[in-house]
Structures are given as structure tokens and as C-alpha cells.
């Protein structure tokens, strides 16, 4: 009897330890989709529908609404709109919530068109304790809802990280203020004079080791727009930024900025010269189609983004041996050239490879061996996002050869091993 009555308590336990975690579960944030989105919303008096389908027409995800809105209708109006046109908003309330009861404004909590709510920019660490508080009470008045804070970069100085490495700042946000996602802004020098390409990988790398050990999903924003020293970037340029994050397990890729921000809180007169993908004045710069068609391949390939999980980041450089690099990669050879390999395990088992041309300024045509045969090698079509028969670009040539366009990223799926 003391055995069965023993028995009948574990059990017990066991269930109430199920319980408590699904109910610890379900109070927070769950992607269900790539998240393709930007800083600076259009303006108040732009909330209109016309612009919310230009949004949507431009394969965004996710509208960020941490400026344009200024009243309770204004956000009830964009709501509304991105509910008509597929998407889906992180909205910024108003400067008395969500304080510390964790409160959002307008009864927005059970909206499943609110993603949840921005929080706060670039933070310290000093802030940490006041921003668990905020993150622990929105999550048990808003189950579901992301707690979105966007974290400072590399670059910054130890002062304001408030930290002794960067290294030490992203794990404390990652594992002491319970955040959703682990969201960052970079933005690359890319001049004639300047490559700030290997420090962008770098803050990747940082946001990946923790997202992976943490088990929640990174995002990151993206230089789009000329300010300060950098030049206004070619639809290489900025294709690259975007299978970069990819390559490094990116759940998420933000534009900065969609908005042109002006002499107001989003700009404060930094941002005179050109414009992101929409001018102040409401106009469409070439970054408008440039984004457009570099988000409908990543929105076709968003649902399998999804189903990865990041296993390790390869860097093969152009003029070295690259079988040194690839030596425990799915890739048995690659001749030569300049690439950046992701290597995923899909949920389903399957194996997963994004293989990324590092240069971009130019395309790349490799010549590539898989560990696998050529016919049990999938690629995942940015085109249309369906599996089918890898193609080689050159069958006239030996081996399978993959064309890549400068910056450009394609994903196979490989038998599990």
C-alpha cells in the first residue's frame, strides 16, 4: 500500500508539474511567423488604408507602431488596417503603461492582431530590474503578448552597456529579464573605404549563442538609409544584411528605417540627407521595390525559417582551403570563393543548409558537393516557398553548381543523418 500510495503522489506531482508549466507557457509570446518588419511607422495622419497596402504589398510582417499612433484611435486604425491586410503590430502605449502594473492601453491584451508592445530602446544594463518587473507583470496581464526591448549593439560603448563585454550584456538581458525575443540594431559600414561586415557577423554571433542557449528567437534591425557615415546601401548591400541574420538564425529581420524620420521624436534632425524606403514627405525611394522584392523571398521562405533550429555558423573565405571550414558541415566540398554557411536541424529531422554569398558586390557560382546525392537534396524555392529537386544552374559543367547573386541566400534540405 505504501508503495501504491507512494506511486498515486508522484503521479500527482507530475501532473501539477504539467499543469504549472503549461500555464507558465502559455503566458508568453509565441512566433508563428518570420517576422519581416521596420522602425518608424508612418505618421498619424498616414494611418490611412492606402498606405497599410502598401505595406502589405511590400511583403512586410510586422508593422512596428512605436511612432505613428498618437491616440486610442489611432491605434484601434492600425490595428484595424493590419488585420485587413495580413499583418500583425507591435504597438508602443502611451507613457503611463505599460509601467510596472504591466497594463497596455485600450484593451488590446486579448487583439490577436497586437503582437504585444514595445517596451523600451536600447536600455542598459542598469535598467535590467525595472524591465523584468515591466516584462513579469505584462505577461501575467497579457498572456501571449511580446514584451518587446530592443538591445544596444557591439559598438557601444561599456559605459552605456553598463556592463564588462557585450558578451556579459546580452546574457543578462537573455536570461534575467525573461524577454520574448532577443531583438538588437546594427548598422554595418559599407563604403568604398569602410567594411563593417565582419563586426555585424560578430553581434550575430552573440545574439545567436544566447538565443540558442536561451531557446527563444532573435531579431535583428539593418541598415537601410543613409545617416551619419554611412552611404546609402545598394539592393546587394541590404540583401546581404538579410541572409546574414539568416545564415546566423535570424527569426526576424527589421528595416531601418521604413519611415523617413523627420525633425520629431523618431528622427530629431539625424536623418537630412536621402531617405529610407519611404520619404518624409510619403514618397517611395527605389528601396521600396528593393524591399519588396527581397521580402517576398523571405516570406516564402519564412515558414521553413521557422521549423530551424541554428546548429552552427560557417565562414569560408575566398583564396583559402575552405576543407578545413567545412570539415563537420553538411558540405563535402565548395570550390572556391567567399561564403557564410548556416547549418540548421529542421524539426521534422531533416538537415538544413543556408548558403550565403558573403560578397555583395558580386555573384558567385560554386561548384558544391553535398554528403548526400544530388537527388536526395531539396531546395526550399524563395520564388514560391515550395520544396523541390535542387536545380544546377550549369549541368553542362561537373558537379552541381549553384548561382548566387551578390548578398544572396538559398536554403536546402538535406536527409537526416
Not at 507558465?24 to 488604408?49: N, Y
Not at 520574448?180 to 555585424?200: F, H, K, N
Not at 536545380?391 to 561537373?398: A, I, L, N, T
Request: charged content about 25%; hydrophobic content about 35%; overall charge neutral.
Amino acid at each position: 500500500m505504501k508503495m501504491v500510495t507512494l506511486l498515486m503522489i508522484a503521479a500527482t506531482l507530475m501532473v501539477m508539474a504539467g499543469t504549472a508549466q503549461s500555464a507558465v507557457k502559455s503566458d508568453r509570446f509565441v512566433q508563428d511567423r518570420f517576422a519581416i518588419g521596420f522602425w518608424v511607422d508612418p505618421p498619424a495622419d498616414q494611418i490611412t488604408d492606402a498606405r497599410y497596402k502598401e505595406i502589405a504589398d511590400a511583403n512586410f510582417t510586422v508593422v512596428h507602431g512605436a511612432f505613428g499612433p498618437q491616440t486610442e484611435a489611432d491605434i484601434k486604425k492600425q490595428l484595424a488596417l493590419c488585420k485587413k491586410y495580413g499583418l500583425v503590430a507591435i504597438i508602443k502605449p502611451d507613457s503611463e503603461t505599460p509601467g510596472k502594473d504591466g497594463k497596455a492601453p485600450f484593451n488590446t491584451a486579448k487583439n490577436p492582431t497586437c503582437w504585444g508592445y514595445h517596451l523600451v530602446d536600447e536600455p542598459g544594463a542598469a535598467g535590467l530590474p525595472d524591465i523584468k518587473n515591466r516584462v513579469d507583470a505584462l505577461h501575467k496581464t497579457h498572456p501571449g503578448k511580446l514584451a518587446y526591448v530592443n538591445l544596444l549593439p557591439d559598438y557601444a560603448s561599456l559605459q552605456w552597456l553598463g556592463t564588462k563585454s557585450y558578451d556579459e550584456y546580452i546574457e543578462r538581458y537573455a536570461k534575467e529579464a525573461s524577454l520574448d525575443v532577443l531583438s538588437m540594431d546594427y548598422y554595418p559600414l559599407m563604403t568604398p573605404t569602410a567594411d563593417g561586415r565582419e563586426g555585424y557577423c560578430n553581434n550575430l554571433a552573440v545574439m545567436r549563442k544566447y538565443s540558442v542557449e536561451c531557446n527563444v528567437p532573435f531579431w535583428n534591425f539593418f541598415n537601410t538609409m543613409p545617416f551619419g557615415p554611412h552611404y546609402d546601401p545598394t539592393e546587394s548591400q541590404i540583401r546581404w544584411q538579410v541572409y546574414t541574420s539568416v545564415a546566423y538564425g535570424a527569426k526576424g529581420v527589421l528595416y531601418f528605417c521604413y519611415w523617413t524620420p523627420g525633425k520629431g521624436a523618431a528622427g530629431g534632425g539625424e536623418f537630412p540627407k536621402g531617405g529610407a524606403i519611404i520619404t518624409a514627405e510619403g514618397l517611395k525611394t527605389r528601396h521600396y521595390e528593393q524591399a519588396k522584392r527581397i521580402n517576398a523571398g523571405l516570406k516564402n521562405l519564412g515558414p521553413t525559417l521557422m521549423a530551424l533550429t541554428s546548429e552552427s555558423v560557417i565562414r569560408v573565405k575566398s583564396g583559402e582551403n575552405p576543407a578545413k571550414a567545412i570539415a563537420d558541415s553538411p558540405i563535402k566540398s565548395i570550390t572556391n570563393g567567399d561564403f557564410l554557411i548556416g547549418v540548421f536541424k529542421h524539426k521534422d529531422g531533416r538537415r538544413a543548409v543556408l548558403l550565403n554569398n558573403y560578397d555583395p558586390n558580386y555573384t558567385s557560382w560554386p561548384t558544391v558537393e553535398f554528403d548526400t546525392p544530388d537527388a536526395k537534396v531539396i531546395e526550399v524555392d524563395a520564388a514560391d516557398g515550395k520544396q523541390k529537386p535542387v536545380r544546377d544552374d550549369s549541368p553542362e559543367m561537373p558537379g552541381l553548381q549553384i548561382g548566387l547573386d551578390a548578398g544572396e541566400g538559398r536554403l536546402f534540405l538535406l536527409p537526416a543523418k
